[in-house]
């Protein structure tokens, strides 16, 4: 379908995006939760991904002075505390107390990570670069920590869908919704089955 369009003045118009809480700082001593929409996967070998953020958050200083963060991926029922994480800032509530949230140490640092998140993305910063009015932070991947119940107990494969995870698009939250193909459906080629009475 096509229509007739307005232009616009250049904006931060990418949507969906995905909706995240960063939690960072220290365990057990200063930490926080920063809720993140502008993340993403930037490379595969090796792993590593980015968030940005302003450097007046509260979140900022605490990444930028330990150069740790993780990734906590929002699914259904994390998110009226990821909406909240994001609406108030660190210096005056205790998010994990707030929202009855479980912090626990990270696998591979002293970052907290949010144990009812299904998935954990332990980080490292390899770089700072200052764009504006955010910082975008890259790191690479330390280590992924994955809830059981999203593993298949006779295959051993990942069942994401089951995380039940939520998406941010312009200004709304959303459970991600029916599935419409797999990877390379488009141009998977179909198999065409052959008759017996053809087989001569």
């Not at 107390?97 to 299904?118: F, N, R, W, Y």
Request: proline residues 4%.
């Amino acid at each position: 379908m096509s229509s007739d369009k307005q232009i616009w003045k250049p904006g931060t118009m990418l949507n969906p995006v995905p909706v995240v809480m960063v939690s960072c700082g220290t365990f057990g001593i200063k930490s926080n939760i920063i809720t993140v929409a502008w993340t993403g996967t930037i490379c595969t070998k090796p792993p590593m991904v980015s968030i940005s953020v302003r450097k007046e958050r509260f979140s900022y200083d605490l990444i930028r002075n330990t150069g740790k963060f993780v990734i906590n991926l929002v699914s259904k029922e994390l998110v009226r505390a990821a909406d909240w994480c994001g609406c108030r800032s660190g210096r005056n509530f205790d998010k994990f107390a707030e929202m009855k949230l479980t912090a626990k140490k990270a696998e591979t640092s002293d970052c907290p990570v949010i144990s009812e998140s299904p998935v954990n993305i332990e980080c490292s910063v390899v770089n700072v670069l200052e764009l504006g009015s955010h910082d975008l932070f890259i790191a690479k991947i330390d280590s992924v920590d994955v809830a059981d119940y999203l593993i298949d107990t006779d295959t051993g494969a990942l069942k994401l869908k089951r995380a039940n995870l939520a998406v941010y698009c312009h200004g709304y939250y959303y459970e991600m919704g029916q599935e419409l193909g797999k990877f390379g459906y488009s141009v998977k080629k179909t198999v065409k089955s052959i008759s017996k009475s053809s087989k001569k």
